[in-house]
């Protein structure tokens, strides 16, 4: 009976240390599992808060001057605006004399870029980018020829071409001149305004007016292209019939083009421009 009771206990004994084997079994596997996955989640969070980080630097200390057209104002620009401010740039974006319908001279208005350019490096940029749709790409160009230092131009849906101006204002052109040539360069009076396809009335300076109509100025230069040794893109709408014909778009520099009109060319343009930008400055 006693070898019987003893047996049984041993029996009893034997289970119990299998039983408990086989569970610290489990909750070691257990255990390693759960330490895989919390190092997986490490991992993983890492990685993502690294391209998160990553994503959000790329521009850190560009500093983009965004320059509006006449129509449209600064509207077709507020998408780009958030795509470069997402990827860290410091971004200006100033009010021009025509929005208000009327003109500064040449030389004032790349005189107010030049502010803009000082106060973004005042705010820690490195780099500067200027980019201008439609007549603010013309300006960007005239700074640039003014010996502006700048790393980079973005021209969108370029515009403003005296030359072809004055084939259809070139009364107002010669008024103005002839204002200027008497020494009233600095009264004020109506001259014939042209933007994608109509002409209208503009009040401003004979001395402004001639400061960007005239072919042989300024304006003039600026809407070849020329000045400055700065990178350059250049977005063409292809439903922008100007854009698309001006020659100064294939004169250096890199060209593409997109699906837009002159208004929503600066729109259709923001992810090319800013993957432009990141791999050029």
Known sequence: MFEFVRAATYLEDSVNR????????????????????????LLASAALGSTAANAGDSLRGVGVILIHGKAGGQGPLQKLVGALKSEGAIVAMPKMSWASGSYRTY?????????????????????????????????????AASGGPVDAIVAMAPGHRPDFIEGVAGDSLARAKAMVAAGQGSQRASFMDFNQGRAYPVTTTAEAYVSFFDPRGPAGRAAEGSGGSAAVLWVVGQDDRAAMRDPATRSRGTRIEVGANHQSTPVAGVPYIVDWLQKTL
Do not use: W
Request: net charge positive.
């Open 18 to 41: 299998q039983r408990d084997s086989v569970l610290r079994q489990h909750v070691m596997m257990e255990v390693t599992l759960i330490k895989k996955l919390l190092l997986a989640i």
């Open 107 to 143: 030389e004032q208005t790349v005189g107010e870029v030049a502010v803009a350019v000082q106060r973004v490096r005042a705010m820690g940029a490195r780099k500067v980018v200027l980019a201008g749709h439609s007549m603010g790409a013309n300006i960007s160009f005239g700074y």
